[in-house]
């Protein structure tokens, strides 16, 4: 405990002597998401603003994530007994985010990974152009019906994460963990950076996404892969009061049987959240269920009324190839908000997957609990501390390591975003 207790001292330490000097002021972008606490429970960008375009902009930001980690883990045979974890911390973690405001009502966003479980070495993670007015194109273009579609509608396209679902707004981008009240995504993580086009429909709390993607993570002209991926969302997203918010989406995603893979739950190369655990592989925690060809859709419902949030997850994806199967993903988190400024919170989360890699295939079934609290030092300074269990249980994982397998323990986090 001793040790323990001075790799915390020395962890909180040297985050408070970075705080000064990891903030810069900024100006502000149009339809743009705060990477902050300003940005927290902001889902698809508004499609209002009160910022002038007063030329061409480059903000520079960037993120920064470390963790400390202290997890022990089991499984049948006692096998990862000898793999024993220390109490230690992890690789930091760090993006580069270029934000470019190129005129009036057209953002462009880049992000680099400078440094990643999965990668040491910087990288290029993705990017995309957003669209809000087309008077970019020729003065008075926009007059008319165009003038007014643009006011409810937001053209995206990139090499980037696509709408499908909610959990992508809470979840962490490497190190760009500050909208994620806990340290781990959730188990079937739906991220993916690929070729995009996506239209946003926003009016008086009416969201529609229509969009298109080739599913494709690493792209080849050659490789014969001519897969083609279709997606989209409804919902309703409403201040109903100065107390209450409401909003309730469901997403689909649909890609044909022309890929070679299909990447919606294992796209994210920067890898998972926690370290070195089961197998020591870097992807290790989540679960994907590897279908070459999907269907999948996702409920969400989020509410918060005063200081208490609630952000749920339905979730099924299924095999569209002759041996069938399928997934189902149920997700619930609870947190209070606190404070002047609801600097504080403390919440839990519900994660569980289970079903069958084919039809004739025995079941799977992961589940996860996280209970943790978190201070916002400032808007751009995040602290978290969980307490983190995830289990493996029925047949489908006999004669691996993964038989009765568990791990548990706590982690702390530490974020800065700007």
Known sequence: MKS???YITAFLLA???GVSSAYAQQKPLQYFRAPGQDGLNVFE????TDVEFDGLYVRVGGDFALQFQAISQDNADNSLLANELANNFNLPTANLN????????????????LSSKHHSESYVKGGYMQVDKLDFISEGFAEGFAEGLMDVLTIRVGMDQYNYGDTHFRRSDNAAAIYNPFVGNYLMDSFSTEPFIEFTYQNNGIIGVIGATNGRLNQSPTDGDNGFVTFGKLGYDKQMNEDLRFRLTGSFYNSTDKGTRDYLYGGDRAGSRYYAILSGGDFEGRFNPRFTSQSAFQINPFVKFLGVEFFGV???ASN????????????AEVLYRFGSAEDFYIGGRYN???GKSADNAPTQTVDRINVGAGWFLTSNVLTKLEYVSQSYSDDGWNTTVYEDAEFSGIMLEAVISF
């Open 4 to 6: 323990q207790a001075k």
């Open 15 to 17: 985050l408070i002597m």
């Open 45 to 48: 960008t508004p499609k209002t």
């Open 98 to 113: 270029l934000d470019v405001q190129l005129e009036d009502g057209l953002r462009m966003h880049l992000r680099t990974y």
């Open 314 to 316: 339905y979730e099924i």
């Open 320 to 331: 569209n190839d002759s041996g069938g199967g399928s997934f189902s993903q149920i997700g």
């Open 352 to 354: 569980s997957v289970t």
